[in-house]
T-cell receptor
Framework: GAGVSQSPRYKVAKRGQDVALRCDPISGHVSLFWYQQALGQGPEFLTYFQNEAQLDKSGLPSDRFFAERPEGSVSTLKIQRTQQEDSAVYLC??????????????FGSGTRLTVV | TQLLEQSPQFLSIQEGENLTVYCNSS?????LQWYRQEPGEGPVLLVTVVTGGEVKKLKRLTFQFGDARKDSSLHITAAQPGDTGLYLC?????????????FGKGTLLTVNP
């Protein structure tokens, strides 16, 4: 597609509910990233995929967070037993390969998760 | 952990004024990126600076990377209401984890007509 597409745009979850957030990267982009942006903060790194391989998951806040990209294209970020502190905008970004020296990420519009 | 301090956090100015946003760290970055984010949207890349001392211009926006590659600034000349938005700086670390950007908290700029 023309850009990075994320769905849903908004998600309200009751505390304890599981949620799944979807990211469709730009077609052919090898690298995919998930970031979490809390209200009034800059984005924070969660995880990095190169094709289907998850090369870095050091930013995932807890074992309730799980990400996958089984066929090297679409990715899903799953949060189990959501808690109020999980409320944030979840951003997905992709690049043709790694981070280009003179380039940057192409971000999607994000999914705003509100846990009530 | 590498931290990026952005200042000011909020800035409200009149159309036509000039402004500068600062991004500072005690860490050295291999590159530094500036993004602009509008409400309900993801950040959009404005520029990447790579070389210490580098200056890049994008119409009325001037970006500078510090000589030691620890700090950067964004200067906007004759601001317009369309410049309103959240400006984020993001540093890429040196070494193998250069994909793991560290973002500042952002500067929320409002340009009043």
């Amino acid at each position: 597609g023309a850009g990075v597409s994320q769905s849903p745009r908004y998600k309200v979850a009751k505390r304890g509910q599981d949620v799944a957030l979807r990211c469709d990267p730009i077609s052919g982009h090898v690298s995919l990233f998930w970031y979490q942006q809390a209200l009034g903060q800059g984005p924070e790194f969660l995880t990095y995929f190169q094709n289907e391989a998850q090369l870095d998951k050091s930013g995932l806040p807890s074992d309730r967070f799980f990400a996958e990209r089984p066929e090297g294209s679409v990715s899903t970020l799953k949060i189990q037993r959501t808690q109020q502190e999980d409320s944030a905008v979840y951003l997905c970004a992709s690049t043709p390969g790694g981070v280009p020296k003179r380039g940057g990420y192409t971000f999607g519009s994000g999914t705003r998760l509100t846990v009530v | 952990t590498q931290l990026l301090e952005q200042s000011p956090q909020f800035l409200s100015i009149q159309e036509g004024e000039n402004l500068t946003v600062y991004c500072n760290s005690s860490s050295v970055f291999s590159s530094l990126q500036w993004y602009r984010q509008e409400p309900g949207e993801g950040p959009v890349l404005l520029v990447t600076v790579v070389t210490g001392g580098e200056v890049k211009k994008l119409k009325r926006l001037t970006f500078q990377f510090g000589d030691a590659r620890k700090d950067s600034s964004l200067h906007i000349t004759a601001a317009q209401p369309g410049d309103t938005g959240l400006y984020l700086c993001a540093g890429a670390p040196s070494g193998g984890s250069n994909y793991k950007l560290t973002f500042g908290k952002g500067t929320l700029l409002t340009v009043n007509p």
